[in-house]
């Protein structure tokens, strides 16, 4: 990842597809079974494939962060937006399924699962 987009490589460097796209390179991918989570000026949904470019899938700015890493647990994606809003989404179809205000603050470490939670 960097500030032109995503590029996936297979080893001796050669290039297997690449995403090209704008925005937040802070957060880290996420691998979601056949799917990656990557953060641009929202969060998109890639599914990669041989073609030289991945499928987007979905996209969507009620994911956007600043600095956090979203997280995907039992197909729902986690993700919380600097000013303190923890929203919850259809990792099949990025749709909010709630969203959260947390304490007063800014938030800038991303959401983790612990045993289910």
Do not use: F, H
């Amino acid at each position: 990842m960097n500030a032109k987009g995503l590029i996936a490589t297979m080893p001796k460097r050669k290039k297997r597809w690449s995403y090209v796209c704008e925005g937040n390179t802070i957060p880290t991918p996420v691998v979601m079974d056949d799917r990656i989570l990557l953060m641009t000026k929202g969060l998109v949904c890639l599914r990669p494939s041989d073609s030289g470019k991945p499928e987007v899938l979905w996209e969507s700015q009620k994911l956007a962060s600043g600095a956090c890493t979203p997280v995907a647990y039992q197909e729902r994606v986690y993700n919380v937006a600097s000013p303190g809003v923890l929203t919850c989404a259809d990792a099949k179809t990025g749709k909010e399924i709630w969203k959260e205000r947390l304490a007063k603050g800014g938030y800038w470490a991303s959401p983790i699962v612990v045993e289910g939670e």
